[in-house]
Structure formats: structure tokens, C-alpha cells
């Protein structure tokens, strides 16, 4: 009976002394701030950044293998499993992903790891230390978020769980269970959402063919604006390339000669457009520009409406003329 004893005890300690001594290991980790930068979210496509994570380890095994994994908490601003940017009550959505074709989200462990698809194993040293460093995480805005207000966003991804990095003896690929140390860390998420505005369509006047200008000769264009979420801005045109004055005139190389027209923003023809640098205001007087206040859509076209008054009539060809639309905002 005593050397069976004996026995089952020896087992015992190998199996023991199998694992590392965990009991004097401290280690400490950190990711770094994510950057966004300053992004425009009119064109409606996804924004990708990424970060790099670093662990350091002291106290370990001298030689042993060892096995890291990481959760990121959703953060204080997400919305159920939404990760969010926050500025005053403006919400940015954004999300965290561990491999760089950004198909694997980090989430609350045990289900997502550090590095490259599996948990990351290293070795200590001779001196019982380890260290990895450079490790990246990778974060994507997703498509679609033209209606997002113009700010500077902050998410302080503040970690809570005492889960957060789970490390001892090798576990084996994809699995993370509950060990002996956590190490708790946090970082900033920044983005700034910069006020545009696009000018998506421009709808050119053409005059119909006329033989004597003896009446008006009338035409419609349009113009189609698109500026991000609570921008105020203005449409204003200017006198084109060949006015004299306030006077627009088109122009026929091939004569020399010149028609004059008008450009108005009313059916009634009686508001002339112009050109305006206020965002808020039309320059010249109302009426004689467009305001708008963008929501992150291509608003509803504007249309421009074109006269050729009565006057005397010049020699035959084609004549033309070059407006600049400016939209200030």
C-alpha cells in the first residue's frame, strides 16, 4: 500500500510542475490610442485605422510557453452590441476587429483574442520574461454614415472586467479559458467629423434655337447639393465668363458677337441669382441666392431658371457662356 501511494503522488507533481509557477507573475498591457483622424462621411464608404497592442510579463517560468488573449468591452457609448464615438449627443458608430481583413470584432472574452486569428504564445526568457510588442488591432467606421454631425468624436474604451487579458500554460489554438492573471487597461478611440458639402449634379442650360430674338426665350437647369448632417450653406452663381457689369452675355468666337441673358432662381423671373459668401444669408438681398441646411443626403435639385430677353438680333452661330456655382457652408 505504501508504494502505490508514493506513486500516485509522483504523478501528482509532475502534473503540477507541468504548468508555470504562476504565483510571482505580474504583467502589464496596453493598447494605443486609435486614430480615425479627420474623415468626410459624404461619400458613404467605410473609414479604416488601425492600433498596435503591447504585453509585458515579469516573474514568469524562465522558458515556458505561454498563451495571451484579449476582450475589449463594448465601451460606455455603445448601443446594445454597437461600439460608438460620442460628441455632446452625436453618436459616431465604429467597430474593433483583431485580424486585419476585419471579419473577426473583438468582443467581451473568452471569444476574441489578441493577434492573428488564435491566441498568441511566447516564450520567457532565460529570466522569466515576457514581452510582446506590436500586436495589431484594426478599426473600421462603417458604410453609410453620411448623416453623421460634423465634430470631434471620443470613445474612452474604459475596461471594467477583470477578464480582460487571460494568461498562463499553453491551452491550445482557440481556446482562452479563465486563468489565474487579468491585467485591466484602457485606450481612446478619436475621430473628426469635418463639415463638406459636394456639388453632386449640375444640370447646363440649353436655349432653344431661335431665329430673331424677338421675344423671351426661355430655359430651366438644376443644380444638386449634398452637405453633411445640420450644415447651413448657400448656392450662389456668379456672372459668368463674358458679363459686362450685372450683365451675363454669351459669346460666339466665330462672330464676335454677343447675347445677353439672365439667370434667376424664381419661375417668375424677377430674382436674379448672384454670386454670395455668407452661409446663412443671400449677399445681394433674399431671393437672390439658395440657402439650405445639409442633412448628410443630396438635397432635392434646385432649378435655374434662364431668360433671353428681347433685343436686337446677332449674326447666326452658337454662343456660350461659363457660370461658377459656389456653395459656401
Not at 453618436?91 to 467581451?108: E, K, Q, R, V
Request: aromatic share 10%; proline share 5%.
Amino acid at each position: 500500500m505504501r508504494k502505490l501511494l508514493i506513486s500516485v503522488v509522483t504523478i501528482l507533481m509532475l502534473c503540477c510542475l507541468a504548468r508555470p509557477a504562476a504565483a510571482t507573475m505580474s504583467c502589464t498591457n496596453s493598447f494605443s490610442n486609435m486614430q480615425f483622424g479627420s474623415i468626410d462621411v459624404l461619400a458613404g464608404t467605410a473609414i479604416y485605422t488601425s492600433g498596435v497592442g503591447t504585453i509585458s510579463c515579469t516573474g514568469a517560468t524562465p522558458n515556458a510557453t505561454y498563451q495571451f488573449c484579449v476582450s475589449v468591452r463594448a465601451g460606455p457609448d455603445a448601443v446594445g452590441n454597437q461600439r460608438n464615438m460620442i460628441s455632446g449627443s452625436n453618436l459616431l458608430p465604429f467597430n474593433l476587429y483583431w485580424n486585419s481583413a476585419d471579419t473577426y470584432p473583438y468582443g467581451n472574452y473568452p471569444n476574441n483574442y489578441l493577434g492573428g486569428g488564435e491566441p498568441v504564445t511566447v516564450q520567457a526568457n532565460g529570466s522569466g520574461v515576457v514581452y510582446v510588442s506590436g500586436t495589431a488591432y484594426y478599426g473600421v467606421i462603417p458604410s453609410g454614415q453620411q448623416s453623421v454631425v460634423p465634430g470631434s468624436y471620443t470613445e474612452y474604451m474604459a475596461q471594467v472586467s477583470s477578464q480582460i487579458i487571460q494568461y498562463g500554460s499553453l491551452y491550445g489554438a482557440g481556446s482562452c479559458p479563465i486563468g489565474a492573471y487579468s491585467s485591466e487597461f484602457a485606450f481612446y478611440v478619436y475621430a473628426t467629423v469635418i463639415p463638406n458639402c459636394n456639388i453632386s449634379t449640375i444640370g447646363g442650360l440649353t436655349f432653344p434655337t431661335s431665329s430673331v430674338l424677338t421675344s423671351n426665350v426661355d430655359t430651366t437647369g438644376s443644380i444638386s447639393v449634398q452637405c453633411t448632417n445640420t450644415t447651413p450653406y448657400s448656392i450662389g452663381l456668379d456672372n459668368g465668363a463674358h458679363a459686362s457689369g450685372s450683365q451675363r452675355r454669351m459669346y460666339s468666337a466665330a462672330t464676335g458677337a454677343y447675347i445677353s441673358y439672365n439667370l434667376y432662381t424664381d419661375p417668375s423671373y424677377t430674382d436674379a441669382w448672384t454670386a454670395t459668401t455668407s452661409t446663412t444669408s443671400c449677399t445681394a438681398g433674399a431671393s437672390t441666392c439658395v440657402l439650405g441646411t445639409g442633412t448628410g443626403m443630396t438635397q432635392p435639385a434646385v432649378t435655374v431658371y434662364g431668360r433671353v430677353p428681347l433685343q436686337t438680333t446677332p449674326l447666326v452661330g452658337a454662343y456660350t457662356d461659363s457660370v461658377v456655382v459656389t456653395v459656401t457652408y
